[in-house]
DNA sequence: TATTGACTTGGAGTTTACTTAAAGTGATAT
DNA sequence: ATATCACTTTAAGTAAACTCCAAGTCAATA
């Protein structure tokens, strides 16, 4: 597969996927005789993970640290497990986070609409 | 309240309330007769919202642009109520990706247990 | 054969959101 | 009185994560 069948794939910008490369988070990319990239299963694999993690804000120091980890061997499956759990901290933090906004902007658009309706007449932001 | 009282009270740097108040987030921040800050209770409840709805993500161009409905008038009300409801849209497909990545991550972190208990050997990543 | 188009590289530029520095003011502690 | 401390301003600097640019290569098509 080209770059640019791997950016539409997974909605990544060719550049972005470089970029990737360039820092080491996707490593081994087979290539052609001149030299242009050819992705393969593994390297697809590598790119729809990095995806998913960077979706949800997992920050692209952590992922390198964990594809160094990876790199290292099977010496290093406790520490990966580690930094994994780590990042399932932050995500259950950020999810809290996220769900006491959703309550107040509710909050708010529930008083914006009664406005609407003329239920309420006073307000005072916010 | 001055500028650090206010900071420790929302743990947000007294640098990164002059920057709020400088891009036009906080307004009409009350003085001392030697140009000190002297938040007041109108103050401290829309820093208070502003660190609630940064906490999620929300952009500070879109906090700008409710601040700035909000300093208009009566008459954005309607607009106000769709810029919240953009934002909770944008917020509850956030939490959707956060919790597919959650369940990835247990996914993983399960077989790196696996592997720790013995209970399976061979793996690849990813 | 010439041009088009997708790829390559290295490096510079952009965006978002702060963060720090430099220079100065004014009230309080020694 | 002098030094300390928290505050003030304007402006420049930083970090993270891309994103774009210039110059060049190669295969395919007009």
Chains 1, 2 share one sequence.
Not at 27 to 51: A, L, M, Q, W
């Amino acid at each position: 597969m080209t770059i640019a069948e791997v950016g539409k794939k997974y909605d990544i910008t060719p550049d972005t996927l470089r970029y990737y490369e360039r820092i080491g988070l996707i490593s081994d990319v087979p290539r052609t005789k001149n030299g242009i990239r050819d992705y393969d299963e593994k390297s697809c694999k590598r790119i729809e993970f990095i995806k998913c993690m960077r979706n949800a804000g997992v920050e692209i120091d952590i992922l390198s640290k964990y594809i160094s980890l990876i790199e290292t061997g099977k010496s290093t499956v406790e520490e990966r497990k580690k930094l994994l759990e780590d990042q399932r901290e932050k995500l259950l933090a950020k999810q809290k986070t996220i769900n006491e906004t959703l309550d107040r902007l509710n909050y708010k658009i529930k008083i914006y609409e009664d406005i609407a309706s003329g239920k309420r007449k006073d307000f005072t932001e916010d």
